[in-house]
């Protein structure tokens, strides 16, 4: 059974960067045709998809959030990261990590984190 | 960006009745359409994926319809653990995007 668990700061300061990794168990990172995803909730809020990386490396962003954001897989460690440069409060959110599969649904969720952007 | 709408935003209803969500696409998804359930402090959970697929243990009282811009989700006799928020979610276009939920509520 695949499972995913989201790790990094709990806190981060307006203008910096919020990096998260997540962490892959019962299944390589490289196996296999899945997205692996970035899916955001600010508290009380709708889904927003962030970002997701192939197993082949290709990335698409959302362009929402495309000149901010960076999705990376290090297959060492069986983990994949994101990093969001120059964050304001809106960018405070529970933060999940997920796989998507047959097409790009999201089959394996993370538990998620929340991740606030404030002073 | 395909912008998705649900409605009702809230629907209020007993265990036991048939619940009906709508998800209104602003273009064709073609079938490329699925469902989630979300209760709160966790992750979603996946439902129905292309439109009428259920995904694997799903529960045979969760049923997805529809193509092109309108899409629905039966629940056709509400079980107590059912009352949640339901997100639908396209993939035809990037990026793919997620209505902004139904809540499922008792009355």
Known sequence: ?119 | EIVLTQSPATLSLSPGERATLSCRASQSVSSYLAWYQQKPGQAPRLLIYDASNRATGIPARFSGSGSGTDFTLTISSLEPEDFAVYYCQQRSNWPHTFGQGTKLEIK
């Open chain 1, 1 to 119: 059974q695949v499972q995913l668990q989201e790790s990094g700061p709990g806190l981060v300061k307006p203008s910096q960067t919020l990096s998260l990794t997540c962490t892959v168990s019962g299944g390589s990172i490289t196996s296999g045709s899945y997205y692996w995803s970035w899916i955001r909730q600010p508290a009380g809020k709708g889904l927003e998809w962030v970002g997701r990386i192939y197993s082949s490396g290709s990335t698409n962003y959302n362009p929402s959030l495309k000149s901010r954001v960076t999705i990376s897989v290090d297959t060492s460690k069986n983990q994949f990261s994101l990093n969001l440069s120059s964050v304001t409060a809106a960018d405070t959110a529970v933060y999940y990590c997920a796989r998507a599969e047959g097409g790009s649904y999201l089959v394996y969720w993370g538990q998620g984190t929340l991740v606030t952007v404030s002073s």
